[in-house]
């Protein structure tokens, strides 16, 4: 089968490999197709060290079950399902209290471990505890907004959560990445009253505004804290969504929070050390969040999905088949592309 690979800094292919196939029990095999190329994949495609294993990327998609393990209860084949960017088994203590990124007998797709669905088909485990079923053809005009599912909008859901957004409350989503935008969508969602995109691409703005921004702060740094204070009567806001991962970005976040508010970060973060942790202190602000559990988001936002109340899909600007991909991962890393959907041939 075609499946992309990731080989060095800028060098990603669509190669030949092994067809994935069921290997435990507990596993599905999905035909993918609709997959898309992540703003966390563009780490690796920035940063590969010489010597590194090759990794078969992708970590969000929607598929069709072709089969699944003789231990799989839920599923059948035909099933059309999206799969969250980790896998989890359902029962465990932490999926229990929606934590699934934490599952004890859970991962990530498209590690170095377990191969990714950049490609024709891919190899779930956990399949009963890790994919949904939609209740939707393959071939939905809702499959934009439902693939982002996977990721993008449980993880600005994840975000908005960890800063404890809420009814009434004032917040500043930092970064207009497709998570950022997404966050946005998940402020509004909860109540939010004032939202405040910090970015500077005038097409994120403009589909942020759509979204519900009410506010853009388009400088950076200590230009953008004293801008986000003056559209807060001086105080902040009571909600941060980091959603970018930099030392910059918290900095920013943890100048832009008010006395006792909350910074909720989903960028992977590329610092070792939280910046800013005096003022943090002094503050009493909370910083939360990590990878978002999207499995446990994934029947609350379904719904609004369904039923047009939400339209993540949005993002998507730009369409590729799996043959594209390599100049796909080369458009967002230029930002020439927000996100890019890949739509997969089926089998
Ligand atoms: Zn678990």
Redesign the pocket.
Known sequence: MRATVLHGRGDVRIENIPDARLIEPSDALVAVTRACICGSDLWPYQLMKPGENPRRMGHEAIGVVEAVGANVRTLKAGDVVVMPFAY?????????EGL?T?????GFFGTVEVAGAQAEAVRVP?AD?TLVVLPVGADDALMPSLLTLSDVMGTGHHAARAAKVGRGKMVAVIGDGAVGLCGVIAARRLGAEQIIILGRHPDRIALAKAFGATDVVSERGEEAVARVHALTRGFGVHSVLECVGTDQAMRTAIGIVRPGGAVGRVGVPHYEAIPASEPAFYNNVTVGGGPAPVRAYIEELLPDVLEGRIEPGRVFDRVSSLEQVPDGYRAMNQREAIKVMVKTSSR
């Open positions: 989890s088994d359902g029962t465990c203590i932490f999926c229990q699934h934490s599952c004890v007998r859970g956990q505890g």
